[in-house]
C-alpha cells in the first residue's frame, strides 16, 4: 500500500512570495489533514477535509493561507504572502474515517528567508 | 484545551533499558494516540488506546490511560538505538487530534 505523498520536500522563499505544497492520500481515505510543525513543538492542525468538504479550519491563518482539496482525492495547500514565521514543516496525514489512526506523509521543510 | 503535555521533555538510556514517558490532558477525551517522529521525518502511528480502555499492548510498547487523573502513559521495553526519535501524544475529543509538544528520547548503545 502506498503511503501519503507530499511535493516538494523542501522549498526556500523570500517573504512576500507565495508558495503551494502538494499532498496525496492513501487510496480510499475519506480524511485529509494538513498540519504545520515548528520546530521543536508538536504539529498543529490547519485544516481537516472530509472527501472535499472542510471538516476544522479553525486555527488556520485564512488572511493567507488556503487549501483545497477538489475531487475529494489530492490536496493542495497555498500560503501567500508567507511571513518569516511561516518557516516550518507542514505535514499532511489521512485516515480512512477521521477517528482512526493518521498516515502522515514526509512533510515539506518551508524556509522563509 | 486539550492538548497533551509529556513529560519528561528529553530522556537518555541505555540501551536495553525501559522507557516510560508520561502525557497529561485537560479534558474529556475520545482517544489518545502516542506517535514517533524520527529526526525530519513525518511521524509514524504506534497505539491508539480509547476513553474506555485502560491498557494496550503492540509488542514492545505498552500504553496505559488513566482517565480519572487524565493521564496516560507510554512504555518501551528493551530499548533499541533505532528507538531513538521523539514521542508524541495526542488526545482526540470534541476537536481534532490535538498534539503535544514530545518527548525527545535518546537509546544510546
Known amino acids: 500500500e502506498a503511503g501519503v505523498a507530499q511535493s516538494p520536500r523542501y522549498k526556500i522563499i523570500e517573504k512576500r512570495q507565495s508558495v503551494a505544497f502538494w499532498c496525496n492520500p492513501i487510496?480510499?481515505?475519506?480524511?485529509l489533514y494538513w498540519y504545520q510543525q515548528i520546530l521543536g513543538q508538536g504539529p498543529k492542525l490547519l485544516i481537516q477535509f472530509q472527501n472535499n468538504g472542510v471538516v476544522d479550519d479553525s486555527q488556520l491563518p485564512k488572511d493567507r493561507f488556503s487549501a483545497e482539496r477538489l475531487k475529494g482525492v489530492d490536496s493542495t495547500l497555498k500560503i501567500q504572502p508567507a511571513k518569516l514565521e511561516d518557516s516550518a514543516v507542514y505535514l499532511c496525514?489521512?485516515?480512512?474515517?477521521?477517528?482512526?489512526?493518521?498516515?502522515f506523509g514526509p512533510g515539506t521543510r518551508l524556509t522563509v528567508l | 484545551s486539550q492538548q497533551g503535555e509529556e513529560d519528561p521533555q528529553a530522556l537518555s538510556i541505555q540501551e536495553g533499558e525501559n522507557a516510560t514517558m508520561n502525557c497529561s490532558y485537560k479534558?474529556?477525551?475520545?482517544?489518545l494516540q502516542w506517535y514517533r517522529q524520527n529526526s525530519g521525518r513525518g511521524l509514524v502511528h504506534l497505539i491508539l488506546?480509547?476513553?474506555?480502555?485502560r491498557e494496550k499492548h503492540s509488542g514492545r510498547l505498552r500504553v496505559t490511560l488513566d482517565t480519572s487523573k487524565k493521564s496516560s502513559s507510554l512504555l518501551i521495553t528493551a530499548s533499541r538505538a533505532a528507538d531513538t526519535a521523539s514521542y508524541f501524544c495526542a488526545t482526540e475529543g470534541n476537536t481534532p487530534l490535538v498534539f503535544g509538544k514530545g518527548t525527545r528520547l535518546s537509546v544510546i548503545a
Open positions: 487510496s480510499g481515505h475519506a480524511t
Open positions: 479534558t474529556s477525551i475520545n482517544n
Open positions: 488506546i480509547r476513553s474506555n480502555e
Open positions: 496525514a489521512s485516515s480512512q474515517t477521521g477517528i482512526d489512526e493518521q498516515f
